[in-house]
């Protein structure tokens, strides 16, 4: 089964300071992984994704994540946070087995201060 | 252009009673999709449907759960006989036809069971 882990459900950061949000992986399978951003009231919003191209991924107001498959992880990261990231960021890999199924992480979520 | 709405935003319902909760598409989207976002069960793949083919149910919790797509567009989620645990954000997305392509998500309804 596919399954992924976010490691901290809160991350707090300094505007300007880089972020990472940590994100592990299950899969049996050479897996497709997303991250989505979720700001309050709001709908879900793709930053990135990865789909066995090119391991580092550049999404979004300045987002990247690298997949690394000796370590199973598909960490986000900014090198400059900005007050408007402020939001709940969801890991999310794409089940198999036919249609394109999500399954999401428990979210981080991410808090930015002056 | 127009993204995936929902009707209605919020919805506040008695325990025992039917809701039907809406979703338009982005237009030419052919496959839709149904989740739900819950504090005790984070996010979860509820239904998806892919053209004319029999949607994929098998993330419906239980039997007071279903949704028809008529025309190939609009969507309906009805349940049935409302419990308070049915209380989430419900979310809806739409994607083009592959099994690669990027989710695109609505603001989703708020359920409210009392």
């Known amino acids: 089964a596919q399954s992924v882990t976010q490691l901290d459900s809160h991350v707090s950061v300094s505007e300007g300071t880089p972020v990472l949000l940590r994100c592990n992986y299950s899969s049996s399978y050479s897996p497709s992984l997303f991250w989505y951003v979720q700001h309050p009231n709001k709908g879900l919003q793709l930053l990135l994704k990865y789909t066995s191209a090119a391991t580092l991924v550049k999404g979004i107001n300045g987002f990247e994540a690298e997949f690394k498959k000796s370590e199973t992880s598909f960490h986000l990261t900014k090198p400059s946070a900005h007050m408007s990231d402020a939001a709940e960021y969801f890991c999310?890999?794409?089940?198999?087995?036919?249609?394109?199924?999500?399954?999401f992480g428990t979210g981080t979520q991410l808090k930015v201060e002056l | 252009g127009a993204g995936v709405s929902q009707s209605p935003s919020n919805k506040v319902t008695e325990k025992g009673k039917d809701v039907e909760l809406r979703c338009d598409p982005i237009?030419?989207?052919?496959?839709l999709y149904w989740y739900r976002q819950s504090l005790g069960q984070g996010l979860e793949f509820l239904i998806y449907f892919q053209g004319n083919s029999a949607p994929d149910k098998s993330g419906l919790p239980s039997d007071r759960f279903s949704a028809e797509r008529t025309g190939g567009s609009v969507s309906t989620l009805t349940i049935q006989r409302t419990q308070q645990e049915d209380s989430a954000v419900y979310l809806c997305?739409?994607?083009?036809?592959?099994?690669?392509?990027?989710?695109?998500f609505g603001p989703g309804t708020r359920l409210t069971v009392l």
């Open positions: 237009s030419g989207h052919t496959a």
């Open positions: 999310v890999v794409r089940r198999p087995g036919g249609g394109n199924k999500l399954t």
């Open positions: 997305a739409s994607s083009w036809a592959t099994s690669t392509d990027t989710q695109y």
